[in-house]
């Protein structure tokens, strides 16, 4: 099925893109890009369709992901006959939580099976929820899943950027240092600019006053002179406390330093809308969410272990064959069929649909992922660093940030995720065996923290391009994509219907799966009370 | 007693400063200025002294806040006999959380007791936990009290001043629109001079290049022509969704706009130290922390409802007359004392000591600060405005900042904090009745979100100025005060030592009273074990 990948590979404008974005500037700059593209945004609607007087069609979903568990969730409410076939012997789709005995054997890869200590875990799919995915949020509030701050931005974190040059390049520096220095020196040189007159066109009078104030504010400039010399909140040398210890503040670094060391590429204004706070998980993994949902459909609907071969249609049916948990073949039939499945996934199924259907299914490129989770014995970048979740950006894009986990906070062991990688950086480590991942992942963080190496006590892996009912960690359109194949997989082909966050532009986010399920399933809905 | 609060009030250049900022750009600004004088930082110690050997000798500690608490629980596991006095009948000082049937009584006011429902509360005095905060985290950590993120910091809360100018003034915006605009517009002013070769003398060559690179990225700006035009952090009007919806983004306001509101005050590059990411609350109120370490102290050290009246010594011992519960006279003879209540409630206890330090504990002024909690009966901020924790700065200092829960998310009810208001502004609101107080609270908020006066169902205020035992929020030291009376009080008269966050610079913090305790019990220590 490697080749599979192969062909999710092909040259894509936006991926490409992507891509050498990770490669010049680590993960922090690739979710820029993805931010710039608009790819992965957030979600538009807060509330399920009204499927009122829904009774009687008979409705098969394919996949027990967000998508087809929140359309099952719903039809079934509704009084459609519902029926759900998830190929795995849980729910959740990508909504994916690895702990103690989670089991994982990737295409052509040795079986994994998790370690971790009890309550520990790792998110390896979706794992954080931003404030503004009402859709997903709907349903957690609906169902009771308590959720926790995903701590998406820490000023004390590190910036480890190893590509650039001069005497940062290399060392772990903290963010708040840089935005201070580089940020303070700004502001000084824009406020310089400004008092000589440069801007005067755009600035007179009293605005010039007020903007040279809103620039020793942003800038913690000096009161008379403008000048950038430092901040309390770049952090101490010495932190102020009891008695007669005020504390010494630390010497801004030199900006042209800072600027060699590529490290402003981790920020901006302001953060991208998809990575704002006030961002969230759920408390105890993001599997709570997808057994919150199934725990609310009725019993019988949702039949596991079944592996779907062949969806066949007429003018009155749709037919849709699978092989059950016992290794039987057995069909079930239905009025209309959901196909709730990465679309990476559905083109190695047997479909009754018109060509052109079948040809944009193959039209998208599905995401090459990377994730790995260490179990740390001790929590030294608690301890010993003061750092409390949140991301260690690097600009090596084999390893991309590294993130500390933002719940079990002061307890004695940790899973951080060691590395998040994309595109060829993904495809060269999901080539490793989990063993040689486990390494290469410690070797990168001892770079960064000295306790690292010694602290990894195991590790759970994924590459998701990688697994079998996944092929890719989400769907990637190209420009072309978006106007061709993607209107064509909106709407059904005869009694066929498609779900998932491939049909969103919220791709890669759960929402994107609960709103293309709401979207689907009115339209299903509409079609029957018509019928 | 109010006549005290006058007396505190005394001039002194530091707090009318920070009264002064804080009337022209509210809490913000004031938490601002605070941050600029150093006023309140971080923590310097990160562990208790080494105690051992400190057999057979006495000590008596008065006032079981955070710093005799910490005394006690360290001495006593030393092996000193250690009695606490504490005035109210609980521990904690002013680390209090109003919960159902918790009781105020201002001094000259009417008694409050809070309605709050079953698990609503809020921490009307300490609230947060810095990262940095090593010395208090040792005791979270110790004895295992949850920790929880305190949001201090988000992007897409409310930002409403009103007495600036222009379209934007007296308009609830957010803080992700003004971070980009006048961020974006300050980066696309300086690339402007960048290219113009303003800047020449500063960068040259490929560092020019860099430096706009830089420019480009925090700011948003166009590849080609280094314009802000706009970024999807500031927001979209219509959200991207499923199907055919890309989103719509928001236009962003105009430059002149956001400076003429004023809005901009509340930016900075970066957080002051003592405000910055990672910080944290304990999970069901800041009172865990001290109910923790009172839980830990021995039984029978700890004597609740003992109110000093006076505090005698000579060459041998110190004798400390307090009246207990029953109203009895009583009196607790030691080798050492250990003063850990505010100096604003020790200047009116007969005090066996210097003139010296007599004179020092009157010369520090305390601050003047009210707090109200009000229980809203749906959390329209999180349902409607889909704010989820962090602080809505206006620029009323009256009302100071408006600050949502950072707990309970998604369910029905919450208590948000309804100003946070110093100096003058606090002293005035404090004139108010409780009723009169929430009635204020509830109009300023309605001004910001249409659901707030009528959500309203209760609150719970405190003025720290009028509250009995402590007669102020923290200890205000003016620069003069830093040089004459503060180091008197840091060394012992006689027998009687003092301990506190007042003897710190992390003033208003829990940590400063924490780390002031470890500094005087370690000398207490050296001179007991000299003796």
Redesign the interface.
Known sequence: MITDVTAAAAPLSRRLFLEKLASVGGSALLM?GM??L?FG?????AAPPNLSGGRGKKIVILGGGMAGLTAAYEMSNAGYDVTLLEARSFAGGRSQTARKGFTLTELGGEKQTCTFDDVLYINHGPWRIP??H??L?HY??KF?VP???F?N????SYIYFERGSGPLAGKAIRK?EV??D???K??E??AK?VQ?G??DQ?LTGG?KE??LS??R????LTAKDFQYVG??????E??????????KEAAPYGM?DV??SGA??T????????Q???M?QPVGGMDRIPAALARNIKPGIIRYSCKVEKVAQDADKVEVFYVDGQGQRRSVTADYCLAAIPLSVLRNIDLACSDKFKQAITGVSYALVGKIGLQMKRRFWEENH?????HIYTDNPEIGSITLP?TG??SQKGVLLGYYQFGANAAKVSAMTPAQRQAFAAAAGQKIMPEYADSVESSFSVAWHRVEHNLGGWAQWSDEGRKTAY?TL?EPDGRIYLAGEH????TGWQA?AV??A??QIAKIHQRAQAA
Do not use: K
């Open positions: 820029a931010s710039a608009g945004i957030e979600s538009a609607m404030y503004h009402q859709s949020l957690t509030r009771g959720l926790e701050i701590v931005d820490n000023d004390h708040q935005a201070a580089l940020r303070g700004a502001a040189m824009l600019c000589q440069a801007l755009q605005d007020m903007f809103y620039l504010r942003e800038g913690y901040t309390d909140g770049r952090g101490f010495v932190n102020p406390g009891a008695g007669l210890n005020p504390g042209l600027l060699h402003w590429r920020l901006g204004s302001v953060a991208g809308f998809e704002q706070r006030t969230f003061h750092i409390y979740g949140g933002s906070y002061q209107p909106l049909l969103s532009y919220l994107g709103e293309s709401w979207q």
